[in-house]
């Protein structure tokens, strides 16, 4: 270990990361290529983006727009349906298909699952 050498924080410029951060933006680019032709370690600048990213979604706050729709009224014919719970995340789907429909169930199933 050397004498009383500290190591230090290397501090950049506000030009310096929007610079590096557009660049990493380009089609093709490589963080850790652009970190590294800059010198600077990859996690770094991934922070950067990060804190971009969220500074920008603050500006620019997305919004939740509710959707009103009409429940579709399936008639009771006495056929059981498809039934089929579908969990993605925190969302639950309950989905009633008819029998006679079975072929474009599985066709929708198939999209669902991609």
Same mark, same amino acid.
């Given at each position: 270990?050397?004498?009383?050498?500290?190591?230090?924080?290397?501090?950049?410029?506000?030009?310096?990361?929007?610079?590096?951060?557009?660049?990493?933006?380009?089609?093709?680019?490589?963080?850790?290529?652009?970190?590294?032709?800059?010198?600077?370690?990859?996690?770094?600048?991934?922070?950067? @983006?990060?804190?971009?990213?969220?500074?920008?979604?603050?500006?620019?706050?997305?919004?939740?727009?509710?959707?009103?729709?009409?429940?579709?009224?399936?008639?009771?014919?006495?056929?059981?349906?498809?039934?089929?719970?579908?969990? @993605?995340?925190?969302?639950?789907?309950?989905?009633?298909?008819?029998?006679?429909?079975?072929?474009?169930?599985?066709?929708?199933? @198939?999209?669902?699952?991609?």
């Amino acid at each position: 270990m050397a004498g009383n050498q500290r190591a230090t924080r290397r501090r950049y410029s506000k030009e310096m990361k929007a610079q590096v951060i557009a660049e990493c933006e380009l089609p093709g680019a490589s963080v850790a290529k652009v970190a590294m032709s800059h010198g600077i370690n990859a996690n770094v600048v991934h922070g950067w @983006r990060k804190l971009a990213r969220g500074a920008s979604e603050v500006a620019h706050p997305r919004e939740f727009v509710p959707v009103a729709f009409e429940a579709a009224v399936v008639p009771h014919t006495g056929e059981r349906g498809i039934e089929v719970e579908v969990r @993605r995340g925190a969302v639950t789907m309950k989905i009633t298909w008819p029998l006679s429909a079975a072929a474009e169930f599985g066709a929708w199933m @198939r999209e669902l699952l991609r």
